[in-house]
Structures are given as C-alpha cells and as structure tokens.
C-alpha cells in the first residue's frame, strides 16, 4: 500500500485560512468517507483532528474543518493561529482492510 | 481519563525480535467497545500503521510487515504487545499504540474503526549492532 501524497510544507500568516490537501486512490480516500487528520507539535504524539472527512472530535476548535473531492481529501485551518504550527497527518481506511497514513505536511505559522 | 504508556528496550540489534508493551490505564483493553493498535514514526519521517488488534484476538497486520509482527493482549495486566522479528535500522523509529473504536461494517463484520483517537508517548527503538 503506498502513502497519501500530502505537500511537504504550506504557511499562513495569523488570522489566515490555509488548506492541506491528502491524496489517494480510489481503493482508499476515494472509496470510503473514512479520511481522519492528526496534528502532531514537534516530540509530541499526533492529537486525532477530524474524522469519517469532515467531522471534529469533542474538544477540538471548529477552526479545523475538513472535506473530500473524489480521491483529495483536505484539511482547512482557518484564523491561523501560532498554536497551530505543527505538522499534519491524514490516514484513510483501505479497501484492502488496512489502515494508510499520508507523509505529513509542516505547517509553519508566518 | 484513557492513558497509554509504551515501554520496552529502546536499543534492539540488527536480526532479533523487537518486543515492546503498551499499558493501558483508565480503562479496560477488554472492552467491547475497542481494537488496540500500533503506528511507527522514523525519524523525521510520516507515520505508517503496523496493526491492529481485538482483546480476543482479531488481528489486522499492515500487509507490508506482516510476515515479522505478532500483537497480543494480556488483560490480566490490561496490556498490550508488539513483536517484529528480523529487525534492520529501517526499523529504527518512535513507536505509538493507540485505540480505534470498534465498527460494524455490514460487508466485512466487526473490524477497527477509522481512525486512532487516544494515543501514548510514544517509545524510540533504535535498531544498532
């Protein structure tokens, strides 16, 4: 199984709207509406951001939104805040009953 | 509040089985409502999932590992473990456990839900003669 392709790095300023984009396959993120995000600061575990695409966790800002078009999945983080700078994981639900993360994307807060 | 620990060597040399443990407190790994997993991370690297397992047993393996990984439960201790075999440096990373809910898929049964929403610290394992 190979990984989600995410951008390496995006940046915004505060207050900003930014969108990291994850994409699959039609045997992962275009088949099943089973994306998830992770936030993950530097040394830190990853913190579970958005799942089933588009929905939050009790706890997490509705700042963090989430959405998919056919085989992109991606994540919108607006009013950007300097807390946010970490990086940025998506995993999808595979046809083939696994489980496969993105590469990880740094968000760097200007 | 759910808790996970990883612990076990941070030092494993090149050939031999990586063993580690995840303890879980605050609640119970028998739990029906829950499979239990492993994820890695190499340094400065993305994450990758290794498997997932039912208290009782069922076990999901990421296909690329699993002819070296064995997960099993000891809920007498309310634990969790890992073992890869034939280790080499490319096994060199931080390893995470973490629990998914338990999905009824109508197609495929029970089976781990999609995503990880508790996770330890995680533990680095070195892999070095």
């Known amino acids: 199984q190979s990984a989600l392709t995410q951008p390496a790095s995006v940046s915004g300023s505060p207050g900003q709207s930014i969108t990291i984009s994850c994409t699959g396959t039609s045997s992962d993120v275009g088949i099943y509406n089973y994306v998830s995000w992770y936030q993950q600061h530097p040394g830190k575990a990853p913190k579970f951001m958005i799942y089933d695409v588009s929905k939050r966790p009790s706890g997490v800002s509705n700042r963090f939104s989430g959405s998919k078009s056919g085989n992109t999945a991606s994540l919108t983080i607006s009013g950007l805040q300097a807390e946010d700078e970490a990086d940025y994981y998506c995993s999808s639900y595979t046809r083939s009953s696994t489980w496969v993360f993105g590469g990880g994307t740094k968000l760097t807060v200007l | 509040q759910l808790q996970l620990q990883e612990s076990g060597p941070g030092l494993a040399k090149p050939s031999e089985t990586l063993s580690l443990t995840c303890t879980v407190s605050?609640?119970?790994?028998?739990?029906?409502?829950?499979?239990w997993g492993w994820i890695r991370q190499p340094p400065g690297k993305g994450l990758e999932w290794i498997g997932s397992?039912?208290?009782?047993?069922?076990?999901y393996y990421n296909p690329s590992l699993k002819s070296r990984v064995t997960m099993s439960v000891d809920t007498s201790k309310n634990q969790l473990s890992l073992e890869l075999s034939s280790v080499t440096a490319a096994d060199t990373a931080v390893y995470y456990c973490?629990?998914?809910?338990?999905?009824?898929?109508?197609?495929?049964?029970?089976?781990?839900?999609?995503?990880?929403?508790?996770w330890g610290q995680g533990t680095l394992v070195t892999v070095s003669s």
């Open positions: 605050g609640g119970s790994i028998s739990s029906s409502s829950y499979y």
């Open positions: 397992m039912y208290y009782s047993g069922s076990t």
């Open positions: 973490a629990r998914t809910p338990r999905y009824y898929d109508i197609t495929t049964g029970y089976r781990p839900g999609q995503y990880f929403d508790y």
